[in-house]
């Protein structure tokens, strides 16, 4: 066994409230809204959303996938609009709660 010596301790503290503040980055609306304009689900993803964003993915999935059928291309078109929107406006939370 080791002995760990009083600095060791700062700077293992020091290490784990660098990384706490890592994980508490706030998402930017403009790059959640970019991420989820080059393809739903993204930009959720990019939100700490994982569970949305795969949905999201799935459902531009599905819609890309049945394309040939002629309304499908109304409908993926509101869905991503949407999917975009839905990005923004969650960061935009995100990043006013202190």
Known sequence: M???????????????????EEKE???EPWK??????VFPGLGQIRNN???????YFA????????????VTVII??????YNIYDAYTVASRKAEVP
């Not at 959640?32 to 304009?37: E, I, R």
């Not at 959303?49 to 949905?55: A, E, I, N, S, W």
């Not at 599905?62 to 394309?67: K, N, P, V, Y």
């Open 59 to 70: 459902i531009a999935f599905t819609l890309i996938l049945t394309l040939h059928l002629g």
């Open 25 to 27: 980055e706030k998402p």
């Open 49 to 55: 959303d994982p569970r949305k964003g795969l949905l």
């Open 76 to 81: 993926l078109a509101l869905f991503w609009l």
């Open 2 to 20: 080791g002995v760990c010596s009083l600095k060791d301790e700062e700077d293992m503290a020091a290490e784990d409230k660098t990384i706490v």
């Open 32 to 37: 959640s809204a970019l991420f989820s304009l």
